[in-house]
């Protein structure tokens, strides 16, 4: 009965299952659309396999037609793009401190980015904001 039981465990396990996949290859920051995808029966675990999680995200490595595509593949669209200005805030107790500053690296509403301080030249380390500001963090 036990061998029976690891027998059946082990063929549910191994069963394909639905990922979402690329119907064309997608170059880095592409905004992806549903046109762009498609579902397919395939033996991958640690993919996404609904399409509405993926449309309207950006992709941050190149996804190939067909291939899965993995969590840390795709994110939330870029709002700032490097060398741009953005505002800085600070903020810390009763303190607060804006100005502005120069975008290190890209990155999309709640990514965590390098910027520098434009008035002291300090590179500091903050995080998007739906406003496309930066929130500076210690």
Same mark, same amino acid.
């Given at each position: 009965?036990?061998?029976?039981?690891?027998?059946?465990?082990?063929?549910?396990?191994?069963? @394909?299952?639905?990922?979402?996949?690329?119907?064309?290859? &997608?170059?880095?920051?592409?905004?992806?659309?549903?046109?762009? &995808?498609?579902?397919?029966?395939?033996?991958?675990?640690?993919?996404?396999?609904?399409?509405?999680?993926?449309?309207?995200?950006? @992709?941050?490595?190149? &996804?190939?037609?067909?291939?899965?595509?993995?969590?840390? @593949?795709?994110?939330?669209?870029?709002?700032?793009?490097?060398?741009?200005?953005?505002?800085?805030?600070?903020?810390?107790?009763?303190?607060?401190?804006?100005?502005?500053?120069? @975008?290190?690296?890209?990155?999309?509403?709640?990514?965590?980015?390098?910027?520098?301080? &434009?008035?002291?030249?300090?590179?500091?380390?903050?995080?998007?904001?739906?406003?496309?500001?930066?929130?500076?963090?210690?």
């Amino acid at each position: 009965m036990i061998r029976f039981l690891i027998v059946f465990l082990l063929a549910a396990s191994s069963s @394909a299952s639905d990922v979402v996949t690329p119907t064309r290859t &997608l170059r880095p920051g592409t905004l992806i659309t549903h046109a762009d &995808l498609t579902v397919q029966d395939v033996d991958r675990t640690g993919m996404f396999d609904r399409i509405e999680d993926v449309a309207g995200q950006e @992709a941050r490595i190149a &996804l190939y037609a067909g291939r899965p595509i993995p969590f840390e @593949a795709i994110g939330p669209p870029a709002l700032i793009n490097r060398n741009e200005i953005v505002v800085l805030h600070f903020r810390a107790g009763g303190l607060s401190i804006s100005t502005e500053g120069r @975008a290190l690296e890209r990155g999309g509403v709640g990514d965590r980015v390098r910027i520098m301080n &434009l008035s002291s030249r300090a590179t500091l380390f903050g995080f998007v904001q739906p406003d496309g500001s930066i929130k500076v963090t210690q």
